[in-house]
């Protein structure tokens, strides 16, 4: 009989037993409130109280007026769309202690009646036995910030969208310049359309618009050019090439707001070697802390842009997730595990934030391409794992290196080179592991060192 040792296991701050709590059972029109104290003379037992609060902003605050002056310890709020913003934003400003949960978390329990009376109760019983894990909601700066960065990538995918819609047209007008050109989005294609539209229909008139390398394909451009691009084409390209434009002003003006909010942030901000810090500061010769951007900015495969998303969908403090590990589980870029007696196996990692996996994918692929440590590593598992797992892996340490970037303001990202992985390998012991493997084969094995 195998005997084994008891493992403690210490409750997380968050598993407490507490005596005043509510729940909120979130709709779009209104929330099912309930409020568990402690029954007056009669220790151990409980009473519920449940009612309909509306969700607009005066309803709202009479209700965080009634849980202050009830000594509410901790409200709880089921995340349903967004209707549960109002009630985040007016009771945490109200000094109390809300915390976000899913509902997919909560209401599995199969015998169960569903009502939204019933779901506030059961939110407000696992409330005050502290058996729920709750959302990651960053601080207001933070969600700011996540506005316009979501913003300009739904933007930036409209944008490409036009972009593809654009080169559907020119495709029904037999204009193939897009199997010439590398991109529709370049100075010459844009001045050929420009003339299309304008009543140009001469292909070596259009051909000689190229500019720089393009010149030397006049001959493929000529014949890409021909085709029947009629006044009804002209219009529709006109509309889609304003509709790029303005986004593309869109977009600009994003990123410049996104700057200012990033610097203004003093978490965000650099540090000069004379230790005054600021917007501006940490960008010169040997400052001490760089501003997380530009921390960020120094990681293969990650731009301004993607660090700048990066910080806006996980924050600044790092204290939020207590390691790496939690971090990553929290972006779903890790598999799950799934282990029942003997058997231990790898589940679905999961969805997790669409706009963290996606610049995370954007990233690891750039740093695939790259002669780099996380170059290197996409390149080993690739050939294993294939490249969509390879992918996520090296999305994983992207992720990895940022936690420690973002909790350690004076770090700096250094990286390991190609050879990081070769120079771990233990050379006799993948000698003899050859060795061995050509003797089964029947040979007889002799080792010389190279002139």
Known sequence: MTVTIPQEIEDEEREQILERVAAVDVAKSSGMVCMRVPREGKP?????????????TNAVLELADCLVREGIQKVTLESTSDYWRIWLYLLEAAGLDVQLVRALDVKQVSGRPKTDKLDAVWLAKLTERGMLRPSFVPPAEIRQLRDYTR????????????????EKLLEDALIKVSAVASKLDTLSVRDMLEALIGGERDPQVLADLARGKMKAKRGALIEALTGRFDDHHAELARMLLDQIDTLTAQVGKLTTRIEELTGAIPAAQGVDPDGTTGPAAGRGQGAPVLPAVDRLDEVTGIGREAAQVIIAEIGLDMSVFPTPGHLVSWAKVCPRTIQSGARSRAGHAGKGNPYLKGILGEAAAAAGKTDTF?????RRLVRRRGKLKALVAVARSILVIAWHLLSDRAA????LGTDHYASKID???KMRSHVRQ??????????????
């Open 44 to 56: 151990g037992l409980r009473r519920s109280r449940v009612w309909q609060v509306d969700a607009t």
């Open 151 to 166: 913003m300009r990538t739904d933007l930036t995918r409209e944008r490409a969208r036009h972009w593809q819609r654009l």
């Open 374 to 378: 996380l170059g290197e590593r996409y």
């Open 412 to 415: 700096r990202y250094a990286d």
């Open 427 to 429: 050379k006799d012991r």
């Open 438 to 451: 050509l003797q089964a084969m029947g040979y007889a094995v002799t080792l010389a060192p190279a002139a």
